[in-house]
């Protein structure tokens, strides 16, 4: 048991990513339908905004790690974690208020930079503080967490969408996506401080990725 004990920042980071992907697993199933519905029922729309979020990370993420490589310690990475993961969790309730494709645009922009910011950040972390003994072991705890909130909350999505509306959905959707924010705060607490960990670490170097999801 001992050898498979994870970590107090593993299991935040973990535990957060699952609130996260349960936030964005319960818009993305009928994303598509929202935007014919409420939007504007053209399907390029759609294609559009979500080619649009890509190019954005795609352009943005390389020289975001890039800084983050170049400054020492983890700070860097934690506030950019912390700061993308928020804005990332913000961005559905301004689709309440979206009523033209260029407010989707706009807000597929601002969800592509703060990604960029948050997923790389969080990699080099949970990469960094992973217990060596059981690496396989740790990055399989986040892949089922991530399909378990994935699976769960897709055709709750449909369903808070369907009896309540969107409006609701984009509510309890930055509601969980805050909170997923809201657990990364407490890992300056940990029984060894993780503040403290950020500038006794300073030499470190970590990876960072590009794919459909973490």
Known sequence: MKKSHVNKIIRSLIISDFFLFFSMGLLAPIFAVFILNNIENK??????????????????VVPISHLMDKMKGEMDEYYFMIAGTFIAACVPLFYIFSSLPWHIYLLQIVSGLANSMAVPAWRILFTKHIDTRIVGFEWSLEDV????????????GALIANRFGFNTLFIIITCFGIIGSLILLPLSQSKRSFIKELFYRQSDKAPFKIDDIK
């Open 43 to 60: 399907i390029e729309v759609i294609g559009f905004s979500i080619s649009i979020y890509w190019l954005i990370r795609v352009i943005t």
């Open 145 to 156: 967490g991530v399909g378990i909130a994935t699976a769960g909350s897709a055709t709750l």
